[in-house]
């Protein structure tokens, strides 16, 4: 739930997704579920000479079980607001 | 599933576990993320030769094997000349 | 010492609650480490990091099948969502 919290917060921001095949996805995130799968728009490719698959693909859905990484900027997190979100967690779920 | 609804209908591109690319128009979906795509077909890319389309036909694909699904641009899509797109085909899921 | 800090961890996930905000080591499926800050962190192990240097462990082979001496390739991010199905394990750095 924090987690999937958290993606919300990044909504309409740049973020690249690197996934467990080694494909490396970056786009604006348009939403997120509770699984952690995500849609992204207007992506491209980190690679495309290496990964020329999605050079006609402009939104993607991505399953949140194939991600291994998501990278941001750093600009886009409040880490303080974040550590405390986690504790509330943590003390609530009696994690 | 919500993130999809804007596919329906759509040319999508569906990259598999295994790393098989399959593309068609996306005619049903479910919360499991099954598909059903008309007119699929599978693009083999190899790095000898151009990619290979194989029809498929009517396709119903299980949730489970989907990695991501691509909304794919048709213009764009039209104009690239796929027999000269030669790459390694995308490697599996794996971690 | 020891006795606050078993006063305090009486579960696998309590080490890592006590690492927020601090540095972190992780090992990860795929011959991967990486270390950062913690900022969040779930049941799954999901985290997110900041100041991340990973390293990748790779072992190339040559055309006869030899195994080649280890090399390391690493790259530093500023911002990192990991997904807890990759963790092996997650340890406080000093």
Redesign the interface.
Known sequence: MLIFSFFKTLTDQVITVE?????CITGTL??V?QFL?I?LDG?RVEDPE??????????????GS?V?YVRMAARAVDTTLLEDATRREAHNTGK | ????D??RDQLV?V?L?D?R?IVGKLKGNDNF?NLILSDSVE?E?SSDKGVEMIPLGLYMIK?DN?????????D??GS?DYSE?M??P?????? | MEDAVNATISEPLDIVKLSLGERVFMK???DRTITGTLHAYDAHMNVVLSNVEESIHIVDVNEDGIPQAPRVERRSLEMLFVRG??VILLSPTQ
Do not use: T, W
């Open positions: 996934l467990k095949n080694d494909l348009k939403s579920d799968n849609r992506i290496r990964h020329p698959h999605m050079l006609a693909v402009k939104n993607v859905f991505i399953r194939v291994r | 599933m919500a993130a999809l804007g596919f591109q990259v576990y790393g690319v993320c693009r890319y949730g989907i990695a991501l699904i691509g909304q794919v641009d048709e764009k899509d690239l797109v790459a390694e995308l490697a599996e899921i794996r971690y | 990860m499926r795929g199905d990759g």
